[in-house]
């Protein structure tokens, strides 16, 4: 088994899109925005569980129930990529990430995690940008926000070819 390594150069990096056809990566530079000054990132696959008991055993059994699929992260917020872009091309670069929660609109991502050069492996699935909190204090003069994609089904893996 080998571990992945961000500290070797290569970084984590999520890029949100517009959806395409039947909610397909639409890799039309206009359409992707790439989250820049992320501070962490976390995929959550959490399966759901049933627990149940029966007079014939002293023990529960459980069942497994589908699972609750999310991508949560904090990041430095960027004027451009929060508030929108203005009169470009892609409803998620226009309006930015405030204006795509706001709006309900679902959008794409790829989580890379190791970078997007060839081999490189990532996670992607569509859902709805919500968690959006934006806070700033003398301590941290930058405004921060956690931003979550409620993923709407499976999240799929694959190697950037």
């Known amino acids: 088994m080998a571990y992945i390594n961000t500290a070797a150069g ?3 990096v999520l ?3 517009n959806l395409g056809v039947a909610d397909a990566f639409d890799e039309t530079a206009a359409n992707v925005v790439t989250v820049p000054f992320m501070q962490d990132i976390t995929v959550n696959n959490s399966t759901g569980t049933f627990r149940f008991k029966t007079l014939a055993s002293g023990s529960e059994s459980v069942v497994t129930t589908p699972a609750t699929n999310q991508l949560s992260l904090n990041a430095i917020v960027d004027d451009a990529v929060f508030f929108g872009a203005g009169a470009v091309n892609g409803a998620l670069v226009i309006n930015g990430v405030l204006g ?3 709006n309900k609109t679902k959008v794409g991502f790829r989580a890379y995690f190791d970078g997007i050069d060839s081999g ?5 699935g569509v859902g ?3 968690g959006l909190a934006p806070t700033v204090n003398p301590d941290s003069p930058l405004w921060i926000t956690p931003v979550s994609v409620e993923v709407d089904g499976d999240f799929t893996s694959a190697l950037v070819s």
């Open 120 to 124: 490189s492996r990532y996670m992607e």
């Open 10 to 12: 290569s970084e984590a």
């Open 100 to 102: 795509t929660s706001k």
């Open 128 to 130: 709805f940008i919500s």
């Open 15 to 17: 890029e949100l899109y």
